[in-house]
């Protein structure tokens, strides 16, 4: 290996053009690079077989780099109130909106919000877990009217499941798209 990779570095895999731009996750050893790629999430690559191309001269900023990171991350069959803590740790002040299937959900202090400001049904979403929903042909609808009221949120997408799989699931909105 001749490169060295430094975190925040955006980079394409040579070989695999279909992964999209990746960030660097934390500067390389000797063979190891970490990085979250946008559309396979994150991946270890050996740099004893591959020389991943570095797009752009500097790293992303701090900002950038936390945001990327997040929204490359695939959950893959987790529990929505493990997602929920998860997202709820690193963005507290955003409604966590979770796609399941042809509807989405909120949970815990989210879904009292909505029960609140839009009198949405509380309803137990698992064993001491309350949650509020509403049908994915709304999800427009309610996107425009919580960027005009200011609120911030974050949806959390369903990904495509052809071979009946685990689930997976992503982060596909955060809004505003700065923390």
């Known amino acids: 290996m001749s490169t060295k990779y430094f975190k925040g570095q955006l980079i394409k895999h040579p070989n695999r053009p279909e992964w999209g731009i990746g960030v660097v996750i934390k500067d390389s050893d000797e063979n190891i690079l970490n990085v979250s790629f946008e559309i396979v999430g994150t991946k270890v690559l050996s740099l004893e077989y591959t020389e991943p191309e570095i797009v752009g001269s500097t790293p992303i900023s701090e900002v950038e780099f936390k945001r990327r990171v997040e929204k490359h991350r695939i959950y893959v069959d987790e529990p929505f109130i493990d997602i929920y803590h998860d997202l709820k740790s690193k963005y507290p002040s955003h409604v966590v909106i ?9 949970l815990e202090k989210d879904a009292l919000f909505f029960q609140k400001e839009f009198k949405y049904q509380i309803v137990e979403h698992a064993i001491d877990v309350i949650g ?19 609120i911030p949120y974050l949806i959390v997408s369903q990904l495509p ?12 909105e955060i809004f505003p798209s700065k923390q």
Do not use: H
């Open 98 to 106: 979770i796609e399941k299937g042809m509807w989405y959900r909120m």
């Open 132 to 150: 509020a929903g509403f049908p994915s042909w709304f999800l427009e609808s309610l996107t425009k009217k919580l960027r005009k009221l200011e």
């Open 161 to 172: 499941n052809p071979n009946n799989a685990k689930w997976q699931r992503k982060v596909s």
